[in-house]
């Protein structure tokens, strides 16, 4: 299919490409946020193995899951994708139609993106656009000494199938200290918030909830980076349910004075995986 | 340099990077317009022939070009990068540094984005997001038959550096009846602008702002699809001048009913660049 099909095709899924910039109203009164992420062939996936319908499900999922981390409601999505001029027709209109579908199921609008050719692997590239009530954005800054750590779900599965925890976050406005999602492994992201919010954290082995059981279930759900759930923190004095949005949600320690951050007594060692946020 | 002294690098550069999404109040009663755009390592660039810099600069450019062409205030950017492991590091820190430095001349804060490796060329994502009062972006749609068509600057000049016409556009805004910015190429781009306003245009060789003299410069100020000029139209009944914002504006013909684009009456073949807008 020449690229002038591929084109068309994107222009009746998307919305607002015939010009040079999408145009968009926000609510009255609420801010803007916005992120970015990409998947690299060979780096975050591989087509002989992830259908090109699921790789553009995974880059909408991990896009619209910072969306969520925020608290935001999602509202819009942006594809750039360059891929090899040999890359099969099948393959390619696959990707498109996963990402417009990825795009329907989480009710967003695509709403532009761009198309080149490399001599290298696919990479594609997402930016999701959401929307918060002014002053209400999820922010990693903010957790208190004494305040409860949460998780949702459980960690380390290995889903091929992202599901941007959106409702819970949501949710969480107004409820949750901070927080992010668990994009890098919970030993790296934990972190991450305790040096943004400037405090330290202990959290319990036996209280994190595993996919999997014993030492290497445990070392998944500390270092495995694509659960995509959420970490988050609330004071100890507000109720938090179990079940937030059909969601499990686990109270795995607190956070506390100073800048350790502890397993069992012990440093929590980082090992999930680093990159740029 | 490791990835995360780079990321340590952004992250004083940039703003907002601590968190999963960039936070952005817009302005009350204004709206958002959002553009992407891509450069990839020997299909828009060739590392050899460009410093890192400038193809920074040229990406933030194209970016911000798009916001121009809106009528938009250029607000914000993000940048998604993968680039070959071996990459050497002044070339590495070179990009970096070249969009930072972008940014801040054009104003625009540095908000976020994404590093990943991959094992062929470079491919550099941009996001860019301005703002404008309600109602008032420029889009493609809007011409009317008898409206004058305009076009900005010399077309067809080699510039290796891109200037988005931020000032212009924003002058355009409540002049202009629709507007784009000339990265395919006139010839394909007034094609562009008469699709989406379901009109047609005559536009004359003679009073086409060549950058070179002779039928090879008119040739290339058609044809040549990196201008960054805008194209525009404006009733014949309002005086534009003949420089706004420093830049020289240029009638070049109008705007006619049916749907022909003629060039000194004959049908005017788009050989321009195509690609996903």
Redesign the interface.
């Known amino acids: 299919m020449p ?2 099909e ?2 068309r095709m ?1 222009r009746r899924m998307g919305t607002g ?10 609510s ?2 609420w ?8 998947l ?5 996936y591989l087509d002989e193995k992830m259908t090109p319908r699921a790789a553009a499900a995974r880059l909408v999922g991990r896009g619209l ?3 969520a ?2 608290g ?1 409601d999602a509202r ?1 999505v ?3 994708v ?1 891929w090899p001029q040999g890359l099969p027709e099948v393959w390619r209109v696959g990707f498109l139609r996963g990402f417009g579908a990825a795009a329907r199921k989480w009710k967003v609008a695509w ?11 696919a ?1 594609a ?1 997402i ?4 929307e ?1 009530p ?1 002053g209400h ?1 999820i ?3 903010g957790a208190k000494p004494g305040d409860i750590v949460y998780v949702s779900g459980k960690l380390g599965a290995a889903r091929e199938r992202v599901t941007p925890r959106l409702e819970l976050g949501r949710q969480l406005r107004g409820v949750a200290t901070a927080g ?2 668990i994009s890098d492994g919970l030993s790296t992201d934990l972190h991450h918030l305790a040096e ?1 919010s400037r405090v330290g954290a202990v959290i319990e082995a036996s209280r994190i909830p595993c996919a999997a059981s014993g030492a290497g279930g445990l070392d998944r759900a500390l270092n495995y980076g694509e659960d995509y759930e959420l970490l988050f923190t609330a004071p100890s004095s507000t109720r938090v349910p179990a079940r937030i949005a059909g969601v499990a949600i686990t109270a795995i320690g607190r956070i506390t004075r100073g800048r350790d951050v502890l397993l069992d007594g012990q440093p929590l060692v980082a090992r999930g995986w ?4």
Chains 1, 2 share one sequence.
């Open positions: 690229e002038q591929l084109i994107i490409i015939g010009d040079d910039c999408a145009v968009w109203r926000p009255p009164g801010e803007i946020i916005v992120t970015t992420d990409q690299v062939e060979g780096v975050h899951s910072d969306i981390a925020m935001g819009l942006f594809l750039n360059a709403a532009g993106g761009d198309i080149s050719s490399t001599s290298g692997p990479v590239s930016t999701a656009i959401g918060v002014k954005a922010l990693r800054i992010m999602d943004e680093e990159h740029l946020r």
